[in-house]
Nanobody, 118 residues
Framework: QVHLVETGGGLVQAGGSLRLSCAESGRTWHVGWFRQAPGKEREFVAAINWITARTSYTDSVKGRFTISRDNARNTVYLQMNSLRPDDTAVYYC??????????????WGQGTQVTVSS
């Protein structure tokens, strides 16, 4: 019954910024973001814990990306600054009741393309 919709992807120059949104229609616990570049395995990016509000990030995005949530709107955001070409990927919103989130977590959005040009 959980439905996730990602928005905010697009094309941006290196050094630019994008803000991704994940709108949740059903009850979720922990929400995060994964990404998958062409020919690569799906990779964890960031997550936020529903109970504690603790956040986690993969090392390559620390200091550049910020995950946040608006509980009233059932929306989780990923603010991406200082984007680099190797950030190019399809970004997926994911949700589940286990912590930490893993690639086998329960629910997934359809993905939004982020392309960072050199």
């Amino acid at each position: 019954q959980v439905h996730l919709v990602e928005t905010g992807g697009g094309l941006v120059q290196a050094g630019g910024s994008l803000r991704l949104s994940c709108a949740e229609s059903g009850r979720t616990w922990h929400v995060g973001w994964f990404r998958q570049a062409p020919g690569k395995e799906r990779e964890f990016v960031a997550a936020i814990n529903w109970i504690t509000a603790r956040t986690s990030y993969t090392d390559s995005v620390k200091g550049r990306f910020t995950i946040s949530r608006d509980n009233a709107r059932n929306t989780v955001y990923l603010q991406m600054n200082s984007l680099r070409p190797d950030d190019t990927a399809v970004y997926y919103c994911a949700a589940g009741q286990s912590w930490p989130l893993v690639v086998t977590t329960n629910y997934w959005g359809q993905g939004t393309q982020v392309t960072v040009s050199s």
